[in-house]
């Protein structure tokens, strides 16, 4: 149902994606990746890796690493694929968030929310993309009506 094969995506030494190789339609389970999880305390050792890149948050206080074809699943602002966090399995769980042609890139928004614009620290156009959402944020009031100075606009994992 999916290969890693060379993508198009990024211009790093790997570049490397996740493809259907026959069609997908939505909704359906395209991949179970376990995990091997450890505690956010830890992560400071990672940090000096290149498992940086590819590691999930896991619930509030752990980290994971996605075995199988879950950490090769690049980022689009238009995902066709979604993830559910499997605690009781100890997997991602990848389904098709759009009908998935034979060939296409499986791609999914590292943000978690499939309409989650907020920018991502490794994009080209990350300083840009902070700025403009810092300003569409100036002014807006807060959930009880209070005008705010700064949001939250962390979107590391």
């Given amino acids: 149902m999916i ?4 993508s198009k995506l990024g211009d790093g030494e790997f ?3 996740v493809f259907a190789t026959v069609d997908i339609p939505k909704g359906q389970l395209i991949h ?3 995990v091997v999880p450890y505690p956010n305390e830890d992560h400071e050792h990672v940090e000096k890796t290149i498992l940086e890149d ?3 948050e896991y619930g509030a206080n752990h980290t994971a690493i996605l075995l199988g074809y879950g950490s090769l699943i690049n980022h689009s ?8 966090i499997n605690f009781e399995n100890h ?3 990848f389904y098709a968030y759009t009908d998935i042609k034979a060939g296409e890139e499986v791609l999914i928004n590292y943000n978690g929310e499939e309409d ?3 920018p ?3 994009l080209d156009d990350y300083e840009e993309r902070m700025r403009e959402l810092n300003e569409a944020n100036d002014g807006e009031e807060d959930a009880d009506g209070i005008e705010s100075d700064s949001k939250d606009t962390d979107s590391s994992k």
Wanted: charged share 25%.
């Fill in 91 to 93: 997997t991602f769980d």
């Fill in 3 to 6: 290969e890693v094969k060379q």
């Fill in 77 to 84: 602002y238009e995902p066709n694929a979604t993830y559910d």
């Fill in 120 to 122: 991502l620290w490794f």
């Fill in 54 to 56: 590819y590691v999930f």
């Fill in 32 to 34: 179970q990746a376990p």
């Fill in 116 to 118: 989650n614009m907020d």
């Fill in 15 to 17: 570049n490397r994606g």
